[in-house]
């Protein structure tokens, strides 16, 4: 059974940080790329920041370059997002996302989500 889990989300003062984890389980994790997500309230579910499967590349969005770091840990299965110089408009939910390709067949998992405040 495949799982992404987050944690880390919480409510920060703008200029804070906060570091997101997405624990992987149920595929072969070194295969996948991975990439962050998220979601504020009224708007469309956006692309934060990807890296390859061997981490050796990563892409940001332009309003996150940075100030937020995506990271892979492919011995322990983790992905991990860091948040520097955090804004308001950072509020939303941020979602994991698994995706990898397997013969014909391509795989495309997601997290619950974790909820990210930035507020004074």
């Known amino acids: 059974q495949v799982q992404l889990v987050e944690s880390g989300g919480g409510s920060v003062q703008p200029g804070g940080s906060l570091r997101l984890s997405c624990a992987a389980s149920?595929?072969?994790?070194?295969?996948?790329?991975m990439s962050w997500y998220r979601q504020a309230p009224g708007k469309e579910r956006e692309l934060v920041a990807a890296?390859?499967?061997?981490?050796?590349?990563?892409n940001y969005a332009d309003s996150m370059k940075g100030r937020f770091t995506i990271s892979r840990d492919n011995a322990k299965s983790m992905a991990y997002l860091q948040m520097n110089s955090l804004k308001p408009e950072d509020t939303a939910v941020y979602y994991c996302?698994?995706?990898?390709?397997?013969?014909?067949?391509?795989?495309?998992?997601w997290g619950q989500g974790t909820q990210v405040t930035v507020s004074s």
């Open positions: 149920g595929f072969t994790f070194r295969r996948a790329g």
């Open positions: 996302n698994a995706n990898y390709e397997l013969g014909p067949n391509e795989y495309d998992y």
């Open positions: 890296i390859t499967s061997s981490g050796g590349e990563t």
